[in-house]
């Protein structure tokens, strides 16, 4: 890599060009190419990470529960980001996860556990979040319609 790659300021004699990229795996040619990457992305936690897929269960379950006790629609989008942030929260620790394997391959290293075990834990704190978000939403009426049966 040549040393103008790393200027802040562009010279009076260099022009905006792109940044080289021949070093890069794939760049997205188009955004449909882009959404089509990030559905690989999906696609591989939904089909490798069980955890994903049980809050995914979980997040549908939970907006399910939201629109049979007719929620108010504040209420259900509320319940849905807490849904999206934990699912980006796995994506993101999946991502972490791939990476720090790639890096240290089949050797153990502290900082790679480190890592790996604060990005399981941000998993955690973001699902802890989002049960009391939801059941502190969907607990008052559902104990309202039991009661209303007895």
Same mark, same amino acid.
């Given at each position: 890599m040549s040393s103008k790659q790393f200027t802040s300021t562009p010279t009076a004699s260099s022009k905006l060009t792109p940044p080289n990229r021949e070093l890069s795996w794939?760049? +997205?040619? *188009?955004? #449909?190419? *882009?959404?089509? $990457?990030? =559905?690989?992305? #999906?696609? $591989? /936690?939904?089909?490798?990470?069980?955890?994903?897929?049980?809050?995914?269960?979980? =997040? #549908?379950?939970?907006?399910? +529960? =939201?629109?049979?006790?007719? #929620?108010?629609?504040?209420?259900? +989008?509320?319940i849905g980001l807490t849904i999206g942030l934990v699912l980006a929260m796995e994506l993101l620790n999946? +991502?972490?996860? /791939?990476?720090?394997d790639l890096t240290v391959k089949q050797t153990f290293h502290e900082l790679a556990k480190i890592a790996k075990d604060c990005a399981a834990a941000a998993v955690l704190v973001s699902a802890l979040a989002a049960v009391l978000v939801a059941g502190s939403l969907i607990f008052p009426p559902l104990i309202e319609r039991i009661q209303a049966f007895r």
């Open positions: 794939r760049v +997205a040619t *188009s955004l #449909l190419v *882009s959404f089509r $990457y990030a =559905g690989a992305g #999906l696609f $591989y /936690a939904f089909m490798t990470q069980r955890n994903f897929r049980i809050h995914l269960i979980f =997040g #549908l379950l939970a907006i399910t +529960a =939201g629109v049979v006790l007719q #929620l108010p629609f504040v209420e259900i +989008a509320v999946t +991502a972490l996860e /791939a990476v720090v």
